[in-house]
């Protein structure tokens, strides 16, 4: 399709009620960005896949430790410093 141009009529089913519906696209703009390839942004995918990954397994071990020792964090929180930091870097 070209810019400002009109698909041909599409016979689709409706969504609702599965009555015939017959559709026209029309195509105002042209995205003019074009999609990188696999290649170029596997890395980062996959480097964004295994953060969350790792997010969620620490999150599920901290809570399986929380558990077995009967421990919640309102009572570790309870016996920190209100200011309590554990790691601080200083120049």
């Known amino acids: 399709m070209k810019e400002g141009s009109y698909s041909v009529p599409l016979l689709q089913s409706s969504r609702s009620d599965r009555s015939p519906v017959v559709r026209l696209y029309y195509l105002e703009q042209l ?14 995918l996959r480097e964004e896949i295994m953060e969350e990954m790792i997010i969620q397994k620490t999150q599920d071990y901290f809570a399986a430790l929380r558990t077995y020792y009967r421990v919640s964090k309102e009572q570790i929180e309870e016996g920190l410093p209100p200011n309590f930091q554990p790691f601080e870097y200083q120049k």
């Open 31 to 44: 995205p003019s960005e074009e999609v990188p390839p696999i290649q170029e942004v596997e890395s980062k």
